[in-house]
């Protein structure tokens, strides 16, 4: 007797279903399951139209929206350091406060 999950096809009972490739799957290819997907095309997509204009090397700079001014980061650092100096030595409240540093 054939073993049950290798069959030849001219057995099954059921017709074909259509199937669409992955790739051409728009459906997918919007689905949460296909994020990890969609991000490397990006860098994939940046890198070929890169390269085809002669560009070999990139830098990137990070930053935030959310950074201080220079007048509030001076004020936050100041804040801190009284923080630090005001807590009992070696408490949890000064290690803290260092941690602000």
Known sequence: PKPMYHRDPSDWDRPAVPVTKAYKNEAFLSS???RHLRILCEYEETMQRLRANGIRATIMFFGS????????????????RKAVAEAPDGSSEQALARGAL
């Open 32 to 34: 949460s399951h296909a």
């Open 65 to 80: 929206a959310r950074s201080k001014d220079r007048a509030q980061y001076d004020d936050a650092l100041a804040k801190s």
